[in-house]
Nanobody, 117 residues
Framework: QVQLVESGGGLVQAGGSLRLSCAASRSILSFTVMAWYRQAPGKQRELVAT???????NYVESVKGRFTISRDNAGNTVYLQMNSLKPEDTGVYYC???????????WGQGTQVTVSS
């Protein structure tokens, strides 16, 4: 059973920064892609950023230039550096990992990010 454990959330003022971490219980090289999603109160969960095992990262338009997704393969950890935070970035941030063998979609428990104006 794969576990994804997020950390790094918290309360920050607008314009501030946070770095989220997602620690996996097995090698992240075994996942085809890893991603960060977020869910604001009363809204659907949305994809924020993806990082494949090889290839380019991708971001939702609203965070481009402010957020950076990265990975530490040796440490089995994926990060989301969030700068210039805005109140609309508030929500629960979830780590996601997709494997192909066997095919499965893994989720972490989420970490709360609150940006005050």
């Amino acid at each position: 059973q794969v576990q994804l454990v997020e950390s790094g959330g918290g309360l920050v003022q607008a314009g501030g920064s946070l770095r989220l971490s997602c620690a996996a219980s097995r090698s992240i090289l075994s996942f085809t892609v890893m991603a960060w999603y977020r869910q604001a109160p009363g809204k659907q969960r949305e994809l924020v950023a993806t990082i494949p095992s090889s290839g380019r990262t991708n971001y939702v338009e609203s965070v481009k230039g402010r957020f950076t997704i990265s990975r530490d393969n040796a440490g089995n950890t994926v990060y989301l550096q969030m700068n210039s935070l805005k109140p609309e970035d508030t929500g629960v941030y979830y780590c996601n990992a997709i494997s192909q063998l066997p095919p499965f979609n893994y989720w972490g428990q989420g970490t709360q990010v609150t940006v005050s104006s």
